[in-house]
């Protein structure tokens, strides 16, 4: 696995232009080929495929830049926010790596005892832990999962497409695009020459967009990003979203919370299998913590036993006895938290809440899901 870290390391040097030297010219080159196609078959795909609309409104939460925009926080938030305005949400995700993610399913939080993150995906299984009661649906074709949903369960009255922002299939009533400002167009490159899904003209069909990690960003760094976003879409509103502090709960105790302040220059490791690994090592960074071994994995990772056994090895070494991951990868690890236990090992999620501009989004969102169905 840490060969696979190294190419995806190396790759992701070579794209931003920071390998230099022949091969990593001639990479860049076949890479820009490629490029030329994806983008043909995007842009063909987007023209042949019409939008279907749901008997109910339906809220994407996405993004344009391949890794970790903050969407499931935000999904999680928007799907709270709708519950206490007395709406029935449900949340639409592709259950990435998961077994049902060919055939579909549609669980709870009450389910999860007869289920697994290898089943439905880390992420929906992570949510259903979160949002208690709020009908998770699973499935790579979201459209006819969607249908299945409302047949299902017709309390459903209104849908969250998680990851959804290129999902041309379904027609969302409202698009929240989520820019990353600590790398908000990548080097301004479509797949695999960059790591944009789509080009940054795509904003243009954006409701609303959320500007995270605004707290690590100089000022004037933003309000560059934000007189760009304007420029390519002067409609949607910008909403900054700041994070507050983290606070820590025990893998082995999840209703244990953990002071944020708890942590303050003890030593500790940091394990974790998301898209953007070295967001998190800044976060943890940013508690005052002491980061003496880091290792990251690729997104959606499923640790093995042996995984564990290394992992767990390497701490003893090192003479580290904290663990610190994320809800997602907490999920995945939670099989193995007596191992941890059992070497002496405190093993930690990170929880990040953070805070966005409510009256603003409130009005937005109120605004789409008071249109209804017409």
Request: aromatic letters at 8%.
């Amino acid at each position: 696995m840490k060969n696979n870290n190294s190419l995806e390391h190396y790759l992701l040097s070579v794209i931003s232009g920071k390998t230099k030297g022949f091969k990593a010219t001639l990479i860049r080159w076949l890479l820009g080929c490629l490029e030329i196609i994806y983008y043909l078959l995007l842009k063909g795909r987007q023209l042949l495929t019409r939008p279907q609309r749901l008997p109910v409104p339906v809220i994407s939460v996405g993004n344009i830049i391949t890794g970790g925009t903050g969407k499931t926080p935000t999904v999680i938030w928007l799907a709270q926010r709708l519950q206490q305005s007395g709406w029935k949400p449900a949340i639409l995700t592709r259950g990435y790596k998961g077994k049902y993610q060919q055939s579909g399913l549609i669980f709870t939080g009450e389910d999860l005892e007869v289920l697994s993150p290898e089943a439905v995906g880390d992420e929906p299984y992570l949510l259903a832990e979160v949002l208690a009661g709020v009908p998770i649906v699973v499935g790579q074709d979201r459209l006819r999962m969607a249908n299945k949903a409302l047949q299902e369960r017709p309390e459903i009255s209104v849908f969250i497409l998680d990851d959804g922002f290129q999902y041309c299939r379904l027609w969302r009533d409202l698009d929240i695009v989520l820019i990353d400002a600590l790398n908000p167009f990548s080097n301004n490159h479509l797949i695999p020459r960059g790591l944009l899904r789509e080009p940054v003209t795509a904003l243009k069909r954006a409701g609303m967009i959320f500007l995270t990690r605004t707290e690590q960003v100089d000022p004037e760094q933003v309000d560059l990003i934000i007189r760009r976003l304007q420029n390519l879409n002067l409609k949607a509103p910008f909403l900054k979203v700041e994070a507050n502090q983290c606070y820590f709960r025990s893998l082995s105790d999840k209703q244990a919370i953990i002071p944020n302040g708890h942590l303050m220059h003890e030593l500790v490791a940091v394990l974790t299998a998301i898209g953007n690994p070295e967001q998190f090592y800044q976060t943890v960074e940013r508690t005052k913590a002491t980061i003496k071994y880091f290792q990251p994995f690729p997104d959606h990772y499923y640790w093995t036993a042996d995984d564990i056994r290394e992992i767990v090895n390497s701490l003893t070494d090192l003479g580290l006895n904290v663990l610190i991951v994320t809800g997602k990868d907490a999920v995945k690890l939670q099989q193995f938290a007596a191992e941890f236990v059992k070497a002496g090992i405190q093993c930690y999620i990170c929880e990040l809440e953070f805070t966005v501009n409510d009256l603003m989004a409130d009005r937005i969102i109120n605004n789409v899901m008071s249109k209804g169905r017409k």
